[in-house]
C-alpha cells in the first residue's frame, strides 16, 4: 500500500500475556519511528529506527518492551508479560529523511492494545 | 527537546481564520518547531515544520517568534474537516508531543 500499515489494528490480550505489533513503513523510508499514546494524552517516544539500527531506545518503558528490524522495512514491537498500564495505542511512522527535522513523518493508523 | 505549552482547547466557525498558539520559551537554536494534527481515531498528520523564517505551504501558515519563543499555526478558512486536536513540538531528530490543542469547528 502507499501509506504506514500497522497490524493487528485491534489486540485484546490477558495480563502476562506476550504481544506483537507490526508497523509495515513506506517503501524506501529509513527512518522508523514506534510511538505509544494513551486515552487523551499525547504521543510517547518509544524507539528509533535508522536502517536496522537503533540508534534512540530512550523512550522505551522498561525491559518487558523490545522491538527490532528487518530488512530496512518491516519492523515489531514486542511486550513481554503485558501489564494493565500498557494498554495504549501503539503508532508507528516512517520517514524519508534520516532525521525528522529534515521532513515530515508518516504515521500509521495505530494498533489499540487492551490488556485485561 | 523544548517543553511546549498550548491551550487545551479552541473554537473557531468554518470559513474563519484560526491562529493556534504554541510557548516553547526553552527551545534550542538547532530545534525545529513542527505541526502536526490528529483526526479522532487516526494516525497524526503532518502540517508544517519550520526553524527561524515563517513557512507557508497548501495546508497552513507556521509564524516564527523573532526570539523563536513562541509560534503560530494559522489556518486560513477553517473547515469542517480541520477540526482535530494540534500538537506543536521544538525537537531536534525525533519528535515528542504534549497533549496538543483541540480545535472545535462549527459549520
Known sequence: GAGVSQSPSNKVTEKGKDVELRCDPISGHTALYWYR?????GLEFLIYFQGNSAPDKSGLPSDRFSAERTGESVS???????????????????SFRPRVDTGELFFGEGSRLTVL | DAKTTQPNSMESNEEEPVHLPCNHSTISGTDYIHWYRQLPSQGPEYVIHGLTSNVNNRMASLAIAEDRKSSTLILHRA?????????????????????????????
Request: aromatic share 10%; net charge positive; glycine share 8%.
Open chain 2, 79 to 107: 473547515t469542517l474537516r480541520d477540526a482535530a486536536v494540534y500538537y506543536c513540538t521544538a525537537s531536534y531528530g525525533k519528535l515528542t508531543f504534549g497533549q496538543g490543542t483541540i480545535l472545535t469547528v462549527h459549520p
Open chain 1, 76 to 94: 515489531t514491537l514486542t511486550i513481554q508479560r503485558t501489564q494493565q498500564e500498557d494498554s495504549a495505542v501503539y503508532l508507528c511512522a516512517s
Open chain 1, 37 to 41: 499514546q494513551r486515552l487523551g494524552q
